[in-house]
Nanobody, 125 residues
Framework: QVQLVESGGGLVQTGGSLRLSCAAS????????MGWFRQAPGKEREFVTA????????FYADSVKGRFTISRDNAKNTVYLQMNSLKPEDTAVYYC??????????????????WGQGTQVTVSS
C-alpha cells in the first residue's frame, strides 16, 4: 500500500512558476513509476508527465514539454513537478500517482495503482 500526499499548489500569474511535491509513504516508493495527471473543470483527466522508477526516463505531454520538469528523490520518497511559464490553461487539480507494474504505459491513468488527493493550481491571466 502506498499513500500519496501532494503539496505546493496555489494561485500564480501567467508566466509564473510553481513546484509541486508528492510525498509517498511506505518502503516501496523506488519500485514505482510515478506520474502527474491533471483535471480541469468540465474536462477529463489528462496525463501531464511521468518518470520511471529509476528516474532515468521521463515522459511529457506535448502541452507541457519545455515548461514542466518531473524529478524524484527515492531517498526522500518524493516526486516533484517543477512548472515554469505557466499559462491559464494549466489551471487544474493536479494528482500524483504510483504505478507498480513492470511493463506498462506510464501515460495511461488506468495503469496506476495509487492516487493522491490532488492539489489545486490556478493560473490567472
Amino acid at each position: 500500500q502506498v499513500q500519496l500526499v501532494e503539496s505546493g499548489g496555489g494561485l500564480v500569474q501567467t508566466g509564473g512558476s510553481l513546484r509541486l511535491s508528492c510525498a509517498a509513504s511506505g518502503r516501496t516508493f523506488s519500485r514505482n513509476g510515478m506520474g502527474w495527471f491533471r483535471q480541469a473543470p468540465g474536462k477529463e483527466r489528462e496525463f501531464v508527465t511521468a518518470i520511471t522508477r529509476d528516474g532515468y526516463t521521463t515522459f511529457y505531454a506535448d502541452s507541457v514539454k519545455g515548461r514542466f520538469t518531473i524529478s524524484r528523490d527515492n531517498a526522500k520518497n518524493t516526486v516533484y513537478l517543477q512548472m515554469n511559464s505557466l499559462k491559464p490553461e494549466d489551471t487544474a487539480v493536479y494528482y500524483c500517482a504510483a504505478n507498480s507494474k513492470y511493463y506498462t504505459d506510464l501515460s495511461e491513468g488506468r495503469e496506476y495503482d495509487y492516487w493522491g488527493q490532488g492539489t489545486q493550481v490556478t493560473v490567472s491571466s
